[in-house]
């Protein structure tokens, strides 16, 4: 049944809306808005937009309302004032005041649009355009032609003509198929700002707001080359989802413009046209003579008027094929069109034919030109080019095929930088891709040695583009002539016969080879690529266990790094190298020009949470968890300084602009400034309160910043180490502050989720940046001031533009917390380091990712024995649950589907089951026997930290980031309960013996005791002094144990909520704690990297266990015999035995690079092989 209709109201007609008056002359004639619209042609969403008043309707509109209800012309709206009054935007707008009004503020983003100054003969469709636009206000235009008519120029000098008429002009460019979801986000972040920011990932959501923003502002949106996604075999999925932009868009009245170009009409704008939707096409046809004659003016040709028009008509007057013959002419024939047409020498049906025959003459070096700047996919520089090209060329020669190049009009300069029209780079593409198909299939390289499918350096969108647009189409015509498994086989024999005829490569074959493999996802395993030659290999992020690369050659090629979670990046003055601090207590530096591990240094035994570059470059300064500063000398690597008299964690440390002072913030409440060369302690700056997280010296160096969990900023003189001022305006900590470059504003972050402005000198609140959804960790002013640049643990980065407050772009590629974010010496990119691993650069002026440095570290967060004590499993980095036959140690399952870190891990009492709590958001319910996930439990805000099943496996408990702890009922998944009461993240919870309660630990110190029939908190346990990491009751229900950052375990009577005993011999946080079946032992896992085992009734310290070489992150009891697991940073789950003390099985997950042979490969650093071995590779 459809939605009932407003009643009719027959009010006083001048009082109504053009719609309204619609709608009621509708009603009357007793015609349904659904008949209505099958009579017009409209959709009926449009219609009811039009007559409940959303958007004015245009006068073709009214008029078939007025002859389809046989009223009299002129009866829903006086003719004589439509032309003034009715508008698509704004009913009763005055358009002159509304054209100023857009003068004064219009925005332009030109994306790749080119610079247009002259145009000939294209005057009558300029006007034609301009008209349907400004005075007719068509939604959609399509500017149709053959390449090379000039659609992207004429649209480009409409561009500038129009600019004034629009509030906001926004070009994007679909010559390299950008996903319609991207164009869509950039579309409404430059138009709206702040209030669209956090745009949706579901496309009907993106269009919602897009359309919004076309019906509330007037934009021109301009999408050239629309071509690029129409309907193929190759895009079929990109092309759906812009025909269904065009179709919303077009069926919706709005106060904008959609303008595309296309070779092609695409079927949507066909279907809008018919049914009189305010949509409409332009066929543009070639040039004239004389207009012709004028592009080619500087070519000199010589001929008749006959002869001109013959040439001219034979090339349909396309302007770029007659510039690509008219070189032909003048070499060849000398300038004689007359000769030119005598010989019949280029017969063509479009430009692609004549750029065939173009392609004939020219020579090797010209082609490797056009080969790579199809390739590359943008404009480059001579010495890129020259790095690409496989056999040596001296410079003079590549200037001179690059001139011969521009003469023939197959290649354009801009600022020294050379690139392909659009056209052109079409032709280019589709040779390499047909070359490369056929030396494939004939297994006989040529083409594939010399050009690189896809480039392992490229800046990371543009090699998403080549894998788009170069290999997924060569991998699809292969897939289809020899199906997945038939060509991995073809590939393989490639290899072989390279081998066996000692044909080999000497350029990029096999680096084709291996990047369409693992395009292909083909397991590699055991591959043999030994004694090759491995140019452009993007070997980041995949597997490659056991295969062979014995002595071969690698160039430019990129492989996974050995870090983990990323605290903390800095950049050398002079941008040399790229250091980072990082969870497991290494330095790591990068030489930022090749993105090439350059130094490791190890000393820190714990967190490295922030390093910093002196300003001359010679030193970096490191803090850590350890409780130490270290400074090191950059080049050699060696820690020349250990400061320490810090009590407690290190934040951050921070260079004076001149390099003689350090500045050191703690969790000991205290900011300390040290003079570098003494390693005197000048001052110790102590008013804070609570845990100092942030300090920064001003640009002259008189002022020091401090920012900790008072939830205050502190401004301090450096001189005298006086505080000068206190800064309230933080509702939370405060993690992060920053001053501009003039060191006239302050910038800080915090818990709040926000960042404050602060001017310095009057220590005033200016503006608070909001948007965060999470905890900002750090902020960044851009070298000219102008820009901020935050991290959150909302995963996001955001730039904002100071002055107007405004967020102009989100940055949204991390998978994790982004800790650090710095801006280069020039602003042009940004860098940030990530709990994903990963450290990113960016791109300021388009948002886009330039490049990543990938590492992993497949830290075990959580272990569990099966109640039998058959299996073992472990929760870790990897998205993923192990599953190991627990007496041999044998692999036996991997449990795939999380989404994010799997912090939890629980069997139920029965042992068919296996809950899992992940960084993803998610409880999930897993059948043990099948590997099968049977149930998805949705509910928490944040991650879940922890899971845990009552007795009788019939209710879940978990606790996660969002403070809260929710019990599900197993059966149904259904949320029974959500308890409240944590101030902070909670890390921990634990059903008691008889499941009447509940115990949660949680980042606010305490431990709650929850009554589960009621929900009630029953009683709160407080006597940590910091985080509580773990609770766990005693299988007999009389005690509770907790594991807490300060370094303490606690054991607690349960029914009194007594805390009886506190057993210390940790020197660091307790990360987990476990009792033994009986009750009578506590095992405790530390980031001292020690498990200790305690007697229960005394306290005492038995035994410590070690072995692991990072964190111990987990800990449980075998539930049979005495035998402890373990899980570490490391990577590794330990399995001890008690009595002994000996570790008699080591439990691992295969690593990306387990059993590689590297012996005698070349073209890799000393410390890439380093890295490798760390992940699993062997020189045997």
């Known amino acids: 049944m459809g939605r009932r209709e407003k009643a009719v109201r027959d009010e006083n007609a001048e009082n109504l809306s053009p719609g309204e008056k619609m709608r009621i002359q509708r009603q009357k004639k007793s015609i349904s808005l659904t008949g209505m619209a099958d009579a017009l042609g409209y959709s009926r969403s449009y219609l009811s937009t039009i007559e409940n008043g959303i958007a004015a309707p245009p006068l073709h509109l009214l008029e078939q309302y007025e002859q389809h209800l046989q009223l009299k012309r002129g009866e829903l709206t006086d003719h004589s004032e439509q032309e003034e009054d009715v508008e698509r935007d704004v009913p009763a707008t005055n358009r002159r005041k509304r054209t100023e009004q857009i003068r004064k503020i219009a925005k332009i983003d030109r994306g790749e649009a080119p610079i247009v100054t002259t145009l000939y003969g294209r005057e009558k469709e300029l006007q034609d355009l301009q008209r349907w636009i400004v005075e007719d206000n068509y939604n959609i235009l399509a500017i149709l032609g053959l390449g090379g008519i000039g659609k992207t120029a004429i649209t480009a000098l409409l561009m500038e003509k129009l600019k004034s008429d629009f509030e906001y002009v926004f070009w994007r460019s679909l010559q390299n198929a950008p996903l319609v979801e991207n164009v869509l986000k950039s579309c409404v972040q430059f138009v709206s700002g702040e209030e669209y920011i956090d745009i949706s990932d579901d496309l009907n959501e993106q269009i919602l707001q897009f359309i919004k923003i076309l019906q509330e502002h007037r934009c021109l949106i301009i999408l050239d080359n629309f071509e690029t996604v129409l309907e193929s075999q190759t895009n079929r999925d990109r092309w759906e989802k812009y025909a269904t932009l065009l179709q919303r868009v077009g069926e919706v009245m709005h106060r904008s413009c959609i303008l595309l170009t296309s070779r092609e009409k695409p079927a949507e704008i066909s279907l809008l046209e018919a049914k009189t939707m305010p949509v409409r096409s332009l066929q543009l046809s070639g040039l004239a003579i004389d207009d012709a004659q004028k592009i080619l003016k500087e070519q000199l040709l010589v001929g008749t008027e006959s002869e001109w028009k013959e040439l001219v008509d034979f090339y349909i007057g396309n302007p770029l094929a007659l510039k690509l013959v008219s070189e032909v002419i003048k070499d060849v024939f000398e300038g004689k069109i007359a000769k030119f047409l005598k010989e019949n020498a280029f017969i063509i049906e479009d430009v692609h034919d004549l750029l065939e025959q173009q392609f004939k003459y020219l020579s090797g070096i010209e082609h490797d030109i056009m080969y790579w700047l199809a390739i590359e996919r943008e404009a480059v520089t001579l010495a890129e080019l020259q790095e690409d090209i496989v056999e040596p060329i001296v410079k003079r020669t590549l200037l001179e095929a690059i001139a011969s190049l521009q003469r023939r009009f197959l290649v354009e300069n801009a600022n020294d930088r050379f690139f392909l029209l659009p056209v052109v780079i079409e032709f280019m593409t589709e040779k390499l891709i047909e070359q490369a198909y056929r030396e494939i299939r004939a297994q006989r390289f040529l083409v594939l040695e010399k050009y690189a499918l896809i480039q392992a350096h490229a800046k990371e969108y543009i090699r998403s583009i080549q894998v788009g647009l170069i290999l997924e189409p060569v991998a699809q015509k292969l897939r289809k002539l020899l199906g997945k498994s038939g060509l991995e086989k073809h590939l393989k024999q490639i290899i072989t016969l390279l081998r066996q005829e000692h044909q080999l490569p000497i350029g990029y074959g096999i680096g084709n080879i291996l990047n369409l493999l693992i395009h292909l996802e083909a397991d590699l395993r055991d591959y043999d690529f030994s004694h090759l030659l491995i140019r452009q290999a993007y070997l980041q992020g995949v597997s490659l266990p056991g295969v062979n690369f014995a002595y071969a050659q690698f160039d430019r090629s990129i492989f996974t790094d050995t870090f983990g979670s990323i605290l903390a990046i800095a950049l050398s003055a002079d941008e040399k190298y790229l250091a980072a601090g990082t969870a497991d207590g290494v330095i790591r530096l990068w030489h930022t020009d090749s993105n090439t591990p350059s130094h490791t240094y190890q000393g820190h035994s714990d967190w490295v949470r922030t390093v910093a570059f002196s300003p001359d470059g010679r030193l970096l300064a490191s803090g850590a968890d350890d409780l130490t500063v270290r400074l090191w000398e950059v080049e050699s690597g060696q820690c020349v300084r250990i400061l320490s008299e810090h009590t407690n964690r290190v934040r951050t440390v921070a260079f004076s602009p001149d390099g003689s002072l350090l500045a050191s913030s703690s969790d000991d409440q205290t900011v300390r400034l040290w003079k570098v060369e003494s390693e005197q302690c000048l001052h110790v700056l102590s008013e804070h309160t609570d845990r100092v997280r942030t300090a920064v ?59 404050c402005v602060w001017e310095v000198r009057k220590g005033k609140l200016l503006k608070t940046l909001k948007g965060h959804t999470r905890i900002v960790r750090t902020v960044a002013f ?74 992993y570290s497949n830290w075990v967060y959580s272990v569990a024995f099966s109640p039998d004590g058959m299996l073992l499993a472990s929760g870790s980095h990897d998205y993923m649950i192990h599953l190991w036959q627990a007496e041999s140690g044998d692999y036996f399952k991997t449990l795939y589907g999380h989404q994010g870190l799997v912090y939890s891990i629980v069997f139920s009492p029965d042992g068919t089951l296996l809950a899992s709590g992940s960084h993803d958001h998610t409880v999930r319910l897993w059948d043990v026997a099948t590997g099968e996930c049977i149930k998805i439990f949705y509910g928490h805000a944040d991650q879940v930290n922890a899971v845990a099943f009552n007795t009788d496996g019939s209710m879940l408990a978990s606790g996660g980031e969002d403070d809260t702890i929710r019990l599900w009922d197993r059966e149904s998944g259904q949320c029974l309960k959500v308890l409240h009461g944590h101030s902070n993240r909670v890390r921990s919870v634990a059903f008691s013996r008889d499941s009447m309660l509940v115990a949660s630990g949680s980042e606010d110190t305490t431990i709650r005791l929850w009554d589960v029939s009621s929900g009630q908190c029953v009683k709160v346990l407080g006597g940590h002094e910091d985080q509580v990491r773990s609770v766990a009751f005693s299988p007999d229900g009389l005690l509770l144990a907790s594991g807490s950052e300060d370094n303490t375990i606690c054991l607690w009577n349960v029914e009194s909520g007594r805390c009886f005993n506190v057993l210390r011999g940790h020197e660091k946080r307790v990360r987990s704690v476990a009792f033994s079946a009986d009750s009578t032992l506590l095992a405790s896992g530390s980031d001292d990297i020690a498990i200790s085992l305690w007697d229960v009734k005394s306290g005492q310290l038995l035994k410590l266990l070690h072995g692991h070489s990072g964190l111990i992150y987990a800990v449980t009891f075998h539930p049979h015999e005495r035998v402890v697991a373990s899980g570490s940073y490391d990577g590794t789950v330990r399995v001890w035995d008690i009595e002994s003390e000996d570790c008699v099985r080591v439990l691992r997950s295969e690593r990306p690079y387990e059993g590689m042979n590297i012996k005698g490969v070349s073209g890799l650093t000393i410390h890439e092989k380093k890295m490798l071995k760390v992940l699993g590779a062997l020189e045997k």
């Open 782 to 855: 851009s070298p000219d001031g102008h820009f901020i640049a935050s991290g959150s643990e909302d995963w996001t980065i955001r730039l904002w533009d100071v002055e107007s407050e405004r967020c102009l772009k989100s940055l949204t590629e991390h998978s994790n917390a982004v800790r650090s974010v710095i801006f280069s010496g020039s602003g042009n990119t940004l860098v940030s380091g990530s709990d994903d691993q990963s450290i990113r650069f960016w791109e300021i002026k388009s948002g886009q990712c330039l490049k990543t440095l990938q590492g």
């Open 697 to 755: 010296f001003s640009p002259d160096g008189s002022l020091l910043a401090s920012g900790g969990d008072d939830e205050t900023v502190r401004i301090w003189s450096v001189e005298s180490g006086e505080c000068l001022a206190v800064l309230r305006g933080h509702k939370q900590w405060v993690r992060a502050v920053v001053f501009s470059p003039d060191g006239r504003l302050l910038a800080s972050g915090g818990d709040d989720e926000n960042i």
